[in-house]
């Protein structure tokens, strides 16, 4: 089986930091794109940050500037380190992994059970 599990999350107050971890492991082959989304209440899920196993990166525009998505391929992790935070910025954060498992052939998306981001004014 495959686990993706995310900590880092919290509160902060609105121009703070934050840091999230996510860290993917059990019978991986090999990992292509990781990245972030998030949920906030009422809301569709969005894509915010994604990096791809070479390091191409995007971002949505409402973060651009502001959050830095990183990885580190040697222990399957994907970092995001949120800068100047807002109150808008507050949802459940989600790590997401296109991987292929040793038990199953092809890619699949993988997702982590999510993390609190809550911005205060």
């Known amino acids: 089986q495959v686990q993706l599990v995310e900590s880092g999350g919290g509160l902060v107050q609105a121009g703070g930091s934050l840091r999230l971890s996510c860290a993917a492991s059990g019978s991986i082959f090999s990992i292509n794109t990781m990245g972030w989304y998030r949920q906030a209440p009422g809301k569709q899920r969005e894509l915010v940050a994604r990096?791809?196993?070479?390091?191409?990166?995007n971002y949505a525009d409402s973060v651009k500037g502001r959050f830095t998505i990183s990885r580190d391929n040697a222990n399957n992790t994907v970092y995001l380190q949120m800068n100047s935070l807002k109150p808008e910025d507050t949802a459940v954060y989600y790590c997401?992994?296109?991987?292929?498992?040793?038990?199953?052939?092809?890619?699949?998306?993988?997702w982590g059970q999510g993390t609190q981001v809550t911005v205060s004014s």
């Open positions: 997401d992994a296109v991987l292929a498992p040793y038990y199953r052939s092809g890619y699949t998306d993988y």
């Open positions: 990096i791809t196993s070479g390091g191409s990166t």
